[in-house]
T-cell receptor, first 115, second 113 residues
Framework: AQSVTQLGSHVSVSEGALVLLRCNYS??????LFWYVQYPNQGLQLLLK??????LVKGINGFEAEFKKSETSFHLTKPSAHMSDAAEYFC?????????????FGAGTRLFVKA | DTGVSQDPRHKITKRGQNVTFRCDPI?????LYWYRQTLGQGPEFLTY????????KSRLLSDRFSAERPKGSFSTLEIQRTEQGDSAMYLC???????????FGSGTRLTVV
């Protein structure tokens, strides 16, 4: 069964600094991996996805993530943080389930951006 | 396309009452998912439909919970005899076949008092 571990429930960075949010996954088959962002009182929005193509995936709002099979990791990065990036970020993994794909989410990492 | 719609946005109910939530997915999406999210946690899978068929249901979902998707369009999630532990955000998401990212609605926040 698949699982996701997000290292650090809270991450704080200064505006303009590098953002690094860590995610490790467990999956018995080649996984599909995702990062979602959630703003207060909103649903989740897909940032980017890895589906066995290029290992470096670019997403919206300047975010990217690299799939490293040997490390079972899918860390999210952004070179320069903006105040509007403050939100909750969820890493997720999908595996084939009955009739389709089921997605399991990590516990989330809240990103704080200091002025 | 207006995305995934959920109604109501907020629901306050007394313990023991029944509640029903509605989700309208993106019209061309044949897959629909329900998740529950509590404070400080990631979304937790509840159940999944492909068209009108409910293909999977979490073992965490008690018999008080039931979901339907008649005609493969909108879906409803009903909770009978609500308990305080049911207080959470209930999220609906949809996707099309062959695309493995979800489009989420804004959720229904349930408070059981």
């Amino acid at each position: 069964a698949q699982s996701v571990t997000q290292l650090g429930s809270h991450v704080s960075v200064s505006e303009g600094a590098l953002v690094l949010l860590r995610c490790n996954y467990s999956s018995s088959v080649p996984p599909y991996l995702f990062w979602y962002v959630q703003y207060p009182n909103q649903g989740l929005q897909l940032l980017l996805k890895y589906t066995s193509a290029a290992t470096l995936v670019k997403g919206i709002n300047g975010f990217e993530a690299e799939f490293k099979k040997s490390e079972t990791s899918f860390h999210l990065t952004k070179p320069s943080a903006h105040m509007s990036d403050a939100a909750e970020y969820f890493c997720a993994v999908s595996e084939k389930s009955t009739g389709g794909f089921k997605t399991i989410f990590g516990a989330g990492t809240r990103l704080f951006v200091k002025a | 396309d207006t995305g995934v719609s959920q109604d109501p946005r907020h629901k306050i109910t007394k313990r023991g009452q029944n509640v029903t939530f509605r989700c309208d997915p993106i019209s061309e999406h044949n897959r629909l998912y329900w998740y529950r999210q509590t404070l400080g946690q990631g979304p937790e899978f509840l159940t999944y439909f492909q068209n009108e068929a409910q293909l999977e249901k979490s073992r965490l979902l008690s018999d008080r919970f039931s979901a339907e998707r008649p005609k493969g369009s909108f879906s409803t999630l009903e909770i009978q005899r609500t308990e305080q532990g049911d207080s959470a955000m209930y999220l609906c998401a949809s996707s099309s076949e062959g695309y493995y990212g979800y489009t989420f609605g804004s959720g229904t926040r349930l408070t059981v008092v």
